[in-house]
């Protein structure tokens, strides 16, 4: 292995031989612990000293010196995690309701405010009700599981996020991937599963290319076969749509879509996920989703500022025009420096670099030394042929930082001063 080891990936140690389940597979600890290796994951849990603002400071895994960093990598596209108010409002409930809920909702832990962002939540979406819960991912698993079961089918895009396709393996489901945004495609698994029940699910924005679904042609073939849908707003939640409600507002079809899941943790900049839908379904949810009725409901402090950061970006557009504003000028930026970004119609914007994993890692390494935080996205995340950086914009950028962004790119990966 020493030879060829970075033709190796996370991918090539799934499945372990080893004799007890404890032991991860003995070429993996070899493989981790190879410096070409370590310095690629070196990239990772990249330790933040300050809150996750566009201008922040880490202590670089690179050479363990701290930096300012202008950082483009965060999921806090509206600035909200650190608004005043926000905090305040964060503050507040802390006071009065202490750390954490201290009980599963179904017990002793639903508070008022977990009340009160569920209903505010599901009339922003304009759904009868909405379950909440401590995690996105937790959401997408528990929904899903708790709404599938054996024989069901589970029709989902190829470029799906984890925390679906995990809901549907714990469900039983069979399920089965459909080409990215292929409507041929999705129709030929349609066919397959004619008869049957089952659930479509697609995202919003797709979180490693940016790009949106063919949302209304997907409802139509949802409606032409009797499937349920499901669309994950994590991405596209606070920014598309004229009242920020998402892509189903941005292509006018909401009262199409089954269930609308949202996470707390993105434009929102808390922690959490939640979905809207039918009171019906919502009522069954809370019975069969695992992680809202066995597992604690999510920290008061965090639900005041939830509460808070909807009530702001929902008052007025504001933070919404700033961010495509930014959108805007670093993409045209990105396209006068000939910059692959696939087909990025959103604040995620990826710059595909290629098969070339070494060269990612070079780039990553250079533009963290000049103060650029991108993170480099390798395969098995994305395929190996279009491994990347991803940005996601945020309406905090200033014009002076988006061209500080620019000049380090361009330096980089355009001139290759490594
Ligand atoms: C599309 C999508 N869905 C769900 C999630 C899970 O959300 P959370 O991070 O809030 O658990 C993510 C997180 O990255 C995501 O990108």
Redesign the pocket.
């Known amino acids: 292995m020493s030879d060829n080891i970075l033709n190796f990936s996370l991918a090539d140690f799934f499945f372990n031989d080893s004799p007890s389940v404890l032991n991860p597979p003995s070429d993996f600890e070899e493989w981790m612990g190879h410096p070409a290796v370590q310095r690629g994951f070196s990239f990772y849990e990249q330790e933040l000293l300050e809150a996750p603002r566009v201008s922040t400071r880490i202590r670089s895994n690179l050479d363990g010196k701290e930096r300012r960093i202008i950082n483009l990598t965060s999921y806090n596209y509206l600035g909200l995690s650190t608004h005043p108010e926000v905090i305040q409002a964060a503050k507040d409930a802390l006071d009065k309701y202490g750390l954490g809920s201290s009980g599963a909702p179904l017990l002793s832990g639903t508070l008022d405010i977990h009340v009160e962002l569920a209903q505010k939540l599901a009339e922003f979406k304009k759904k009868e009700d909405c379950l909440l819960f401590s995690?996105?991912?937790g959401a997408?698993v528990g929904t899903i599981q708790g709404l599938l079961r054996k024989g069901d089918y589970m029709v989902v895009d190829e470029k799906i996020?984890k925390?679906i396709i995990d809901g549907g393996t714990l469900s039983g489901a069979k399920m089965l991937f459909f080409d990215h945004n292929s409507m041929d495609s999705l129709q030929m698994m349609l066919e397959k599963t004619k008869g049957k029940r089952t659930l479509v699910a697609v995202?919003g924005v797709y979180?490693m290319d940016g790009d949106l679904p063919r949302l209304p042609e997907i409802l139509d073939l949802c409606d032409e076969y009797g499937a349920g849908s499901y669309v994950?707003e994590?991405?596209s939640t606070l920014m598309f749509g004229a009242n920020g409600r998402g892509v189903a507002e941005h292509f006018g079809v909401e009262d199409r879509v089954g269930i609308s899941f949202g996470?707390l943790?993105k434009s929102f900049g808390g922690?959490g996920?939640f979905v809207c839908g039918s009171k019906p379904i919502i009522r069954y949810l809370k019975g069969y989703a695992s992680p809202w009725n066995f597992s604690c409901a999510p920290s008061p402090a965090v639900s005041g500022g939830l509460l808070k950061a909807l009530e702001i970006a929902t008052r007025d557009s504001s933070l919404r025009d700033k961010l495509w504003k930014n959108v805007t000028y670093l993409k045209n930026g990105l396209n006068r420096l000939g910059l692959d970004m696939g087909e990025s119609e959103s604040q995620v914007i990826p710059i595909i670099i290629g098969a070339d994993g070494a060269k990612l890692m070079r780039f990553a390494a250079a533009m963290q030394t000049r103060g650029l935080f991108l993170q480099p996205v390798d395969f098995p995340a994305v395929p190996a042929h279009a491994r990347r950086f991803r940005i996601s914009v945020s309406s905090q950028l200033t014009q002076a930082e988006m061209d500080e962004t620019l000049n380090i790119i361009e330096d980089v990966i355009v001139k290759g001063k490594e």
Request: net charge negative; no cysteine; charged share 15%.
């Open positions: 995690s996105g991912l997408n996020h925390s995202e979180s994950d994590a991405h996470t943790s922690v996920g």
